[in-house]
């Protein structure tokens, strides 16, 4: 299923330290998230905190989305040095991107699936969570360019 990929048996370097980058890239991108969502707020003459929880679900979506389809990786991911591919090995598109911000959108509105996604990541081969192994992607660390 996953030919192009680098297998985690051999090439163990490409997931090496995945989960624990993935976190703190979380940490820096929500961070980030929420800098944005204060701007906004602000630029509303503070009307967006009537909607605060819409505002920020939004702006993620959009901020995952569209740096993902054009990096593969969100800015917190870059500075951890991974980024995503999908099951033939390549970057993200825009469609894939989308798919992918649904997946962790919907997976972290409970918690049941939520915890089984960080589960899933410290216990699988690649390390992918719930939305990687539904869409056959996965997190690597980044392949130096020669």
């Not at 979506?61 to 990786?73: G, N, P, V």
């Amino acid at each position: 299923m996953y030919t192009t990929l680098p297998d985690p048996d051999h090439q163990a370097q490409f997931y090496a330290d995945v989960p624990l980058k993935r976190a703190l890239a979380w940490c820096v991108d929500a961070i980030l998230i929420a800098l944005v969502t204060v701007v906004v707020v602000l630029f509303t003459l503070f009307l967006g905190l009537f909607f605060l929880s819409v505002l920020y679900m939004t702006i993620s979506f959009l901020y995952r989305t569209i740096s993902l389809a054009r990096h593969s990786a969100t800015p917190g991911m870059r500075l951890m040095a991974i980024e995503f591919r999908d099951r033939t090995g390549a970057r993200f598109d825009l469609g894939t991107a989308f798919l992918h911000t649904l997946g962790y959108t919907l997976t972290i509105s409970t918690v049941l699936p939520q915890l089984l996604s960080m589960g899933l990541m410290l216990t699988t081969a690649r390390g992918q969570g719930l939305t990687d192994l539904v869409l056959g992607t996965v997190a690597i660390n980044k392949p130096a360019r020669i």
